[in-house]
């Protein structure tokens, strides 16, 4: 934990690995946000339509 | 009788202002126990992880700025509670970036919700300020050789006349006082706002919902 971090250097991208890794995280998580179900939404609508 | 009262007083800046907050701020959208059917779902959650993560962030910088540097550096619980403002900063960042990137998507700032979208970029400004301070006042090495770094960026951009890195005084004040309070005001302006104009329809979606979604279920 003490040591500096690994970076990644391509061209004029010079990032280190941990933040890389990080907004990798999060752009999964904001992809799963999207296609994943929403617990108790889908009954709930349907009851609201069928009333 | 009551509209007699409200009558007599219809030049009163009080009587006004809560007639304008009864009209635009009625308790049904304060805190509504229906919403449109389209916020079920986990993009809407991130916002509130924002809050939730916001309210740690405020809870363990008040327990270490009670007990101090000394505190937060040398004890096992200082440095737990050290920790926990650490990373529920980070957490609250995280968060506040995949908000950011949702309400971007869906173009949040249609139909009259400018003011929430400028209130959200203004409170994320100012929460990167908050952080760079934080770094500042931990009152170790690191706190230094970050202040020594970024003082000529600073002075280069001409306000460093008004914001020293090098005063820990000035840092320290700004992280725990100010800046805190202004971030925590605009948060409660942007909720309000988002109860006011209510949450923003999917692109192309009619304004008003045919179907809600109970919250009590």
Do not use: C
Request: aromatic share 14%.
């Amino acid at each position: 934990m003490d040591q500096p971090a690994g970076y990644l250097h391509w061209g004029f991208i010079l990032i280190s690995w941990p933040n890389l890794l990080l907004i990798g995280l999060m752009v999964v998580l904001f992809g799963l946000a999207l296609i994943l179900p929403f617990p108790g939404h889908g009954s709930s609508t349907e009851e609201e339509k069928r009333a | 009788m009551k509209s007699d009262v409200r009558d007599e007083s219809a030049g009163s800046w009080t009587a006004a202002t809560r007639r304008q907050l009864e009209r635009r701020l009625p308790w049904e959208n304060l805190l509504p126990d229906r919403q449109p059917f389209w916020v079920g779902s986990w993009v809407y959650v991130f916002g509130v992880v924002t809050i939730a993560a916001l309210a740690w962030v405020v809870l363990s910088g008040v327990v270490l700025a009670a007990f101090g540097p000394q505190w937060w550096h040398l004890s096992s619980v200082g440095r737990f509670f050290n920790s926990l403002h650490f990373w529920s900063v980070q957490v609250f960042f995280v968060f506040m970036v995949l908000h950011l990137w949702g309400q971007y998507f869906m173009a949040s700032w249609r139909e009259g919700r400018a003011p929430t979208w400028m209130i959200g970029v203004v409170t994320f400004a100012i929460s990167i300020v908050t952080a760079f301070t934080g770094y500042l006042a931990q009152q170790n090495f690191a706190a230094q050789w970050i202040a020594m770094n970024a003082k000529d960026a600073i002075n280069g951009t001409g306000v460093g006349g008004f914001f020293n890195v090098l005063n820990f005084g000035q840092m320290y004040g700004l992280h725990v006082m100010l800046l805190p309070i202004a971030i925590i005001a605009l948060v409660f302006l942007h909720i309000v706002q988002v109860r006011m104009k209510g949450v923003v329809p999917p692109i192309g979606h009619e304004p008003e919902p045919a179907v809600t979604w109970d919250l009590r279920k």
